[in-house]
């Protein structure tokens, strides 16, 4: 079992930057791909990045791609995602995932989910 405590989430303005951080715990971290999804009001859970469990390897949605950015710390436990050039689009409650092996790293077939983080974003 693995539990996911995110945090780091709050309101900016457009063009602002925020980092989002998610702290897992009860399974070797650095055996697990971690992955950001996000959901806004009235939309559908939409995957945004992912990252290998070296961290060596990252995915991104094309949406986010050249100003989000993926990371990971093992020793920490902990993976992040650095926002920014934020956008009123990118205003939904940020969610940590994670799986020793999803299907699709774009899937929403990860075993572990964190309870989300609110992003505001004012315009």
């Known amino acids: 079992q693995v539990q996911l405590v995110e945090s780091g989430g709050g309101l900016v303005q457009a063009g602002g930057s925020l980092r989002l951080s998610c702290v897992a715990s009860?399974?070797?971290?650095?055996?697990?791909?971690m992955a950001w999804f996000r959901q806004a009001p009235g939309k559908e859970r939409e995957w945004v990045a992912a990252?290998?469990?070296?961290?060596?390897?990252?995915r991104y949605a094309n949406s986010v791609k050249g100003r989000f950015t993926i990371s990971r710390d093992n020793t920490k436990s902990t993976a992040y995602l650095q926002m920014h050039n934020l956008k009123p689009e990118d205003t939904a409650v940020y969610y940590c995932?994670?799986?020793?092996?999803?299907?699709?790293?774009?899937?929403?077939?990860?075993?572990?989910w964190g309870q989300g983080t609110q992003v505001t974003v004012s315009s």
């Open positions: 995932a994670a799986d020793l092996n999803p299907p699709r790293w774009s899937s929403l077939d990860y075993a572990y």
């Open positions: 990252t290998h469990w070296s961290g060596e390897v990252t």
């Open positions: 009860g399974r070797s971290f650095s055996t697990l791909v």
